[in-house]
């Protein structure tokens, strides 16, 4: 019997429960909680109807450590599945230390004041999991996650030495709005307006933000232009596979959206430091949070694909070798399973199967871990069967 908590209950974290509750003979009690209980218990009707299990819903401000340590000693979860915001990481460990649950999310730590997108906080957890004989297990979405998954593959079976790796994340779907972002607006467009960084030859560069840019032909989608932004795990893979000379990460986007982007940049509406308003400070980004669609509300209409995946380059047997591998999602797949688009999608179900993996002992360890330091196979086997089946193309 395995109880998992899940906290966040937007369009990744509705995915997560779905698809927990799919998999009873792992996952035999769950439950859902955020801030709003009202959006856990419309989640929990859905999965009723669709899934035809119950699940529990709780209330919890993930900010407050001891709300969250309540919780937990209420429930008695084995493993959190924490969905939430990533400015949440570093309280939701600090309650799952304080009651011997194990860690698991698909985002970095951020402060809230500052877009430091780096590991180096939960990081630093590291001897506090070890000593409580629990783990963490950071980044288990699509990128960061089966991104990392993918390397430690290609590492493992495709090459005596992977040398060069770029990322690349496209999504090719139409949702019908002049502009929106499929994850919270907040920290998708806080990532995005960053410096772009890489890693060639031993040091980090640093470019403008979305100034560099490449066509790729995705399988599936076709050709795309693609811009170099800095992703979480860059820091990861070039930590823990030494041997990279480069590795970047790619994200596709459309001229209409990057208009919109150019416009609100200009006007200052994607700034994440307080303005005075009418004798008040607001946050422009997050005021035009509350302006732009949910999320989740777009999964209705979506149409198209999203492909995602590794171009990696190295040596095997003494010569030159490419491939790209990577997985295709299709939108409304993705709702007529479990109402929710593709970008929810692809993070939700790598979360689920990697808390598979670690309740059912196939990743086991102490202390915290990316996922590229655990082996690739349990998780590559099971991606498939569970809605995502991946390829490796030969370039």
């Known amino acids: 019997m395995s109880k998992v908590a899940i906290i966040g209950a937007g369009g990744v974290g509705s995915v997560v429960a779905h698809k927990c509750a799919q998999v ?29 299990r119950r699940i529990e819903v709780a209330r919890v401000d993930a900010d407050r450590v001891e709300e969250a340590s309540a919780l937990f000693r209420s429930y008695r979860p084995d493993l959190l599945i924490n ?7 570093l309280a939701l460990m600090d309650a799952c230390l304080a009651t ?22 939960q990081w630093a957890y590291d001897q506090r999991f070890r000593e409580a004989g629990l783990m963490a297990l950071l980044g288990a979405g699509f990128d960061p996650g089966i991104t990392n998954v993918f390397c430690a593959h290609a590492r493992n079976e495709l090459f005596d030495r992977v040398e060069h790796v770029d990322i690349l994340d496209c999504n090719a779907g139409e949702h019908g709005h002049p502009f929106a972002t499929n994850f919270n607006p907040e920290i998708n467009l806080r990532e995005i307006t960053q410096p772009g960084r890489y890693w060639e030859n031993g040091e980090w560069h640093e470019t403008a933000p979305l100034s560099e840019r490449r066509g790729f032909d995705f399988p599936e989608v076709g050709p795309r232009t693609a811009y170099l932004l800095y992703h ?49 400070p607001i946050v422009p980004l997050q005021f035009l949070k509350a302006l732009l669609p949910d999320p989740a509300s777009l999964a209705a209409g979506y149409r198209g694909k999203t492909c995602i995946g590794c171009l990696v380059q190295g040596i095997q047997s003494g010569r030159q070798r490419k491939v790209f591998i990577y997985n295709v999602c299709d939108h409304a797949e ?59 193309q030969e370039l």
């Open 232 to 280: 979480e795990e860059l820091e990861s893979l070039v930590k823990h596979l030494p041997e990279l000379k480069s590795i970047r990460f790619w994200m596709t986007f459309g001229e209409d959206y990057l208009t919109h982007l150019r416009v609100l940049t200009n006007v200052g509406l994607t700034r994440i430091d307080p303005v005075e308003f009418q004798g008040r």
């Open 334 to 392: 993705a709702y007529r399973e479990v109402r929710a688009q593709a970008i929810s999608y692809t993070t939700g179900v790598p979360a689920m199967v990697s808390a598979k993996l670690v309740l059912t002992g196939a990743w086991q360890g102490s202390g915290v871990f990316n996922m590229e330091q655990l082996p690739p196979a349990p998780m590559l086997d099971a991606l498939g069967r569970h809605g995502l089946p991946w390829h490796v």
């Open 100 to 121: 011997g649950v194990h860690y698991l999310d698909t985002a970095n730590y951020e402060p809230v004041d500052h877009a430091r997108f780096e590991y180096s906080w």
């Open 24 to 52: 009873p003979e792992v996952f035999t009690h769950i439950l859902l909680a955020s801030r709003s209980l009202d959006r856990c218990k419309r989640v929990a009707d859905e999965i009723n109807e669709i899934e035809h």
């Open 83 to 89: 969905v939430a915001l990533p400015y949440q990481d």
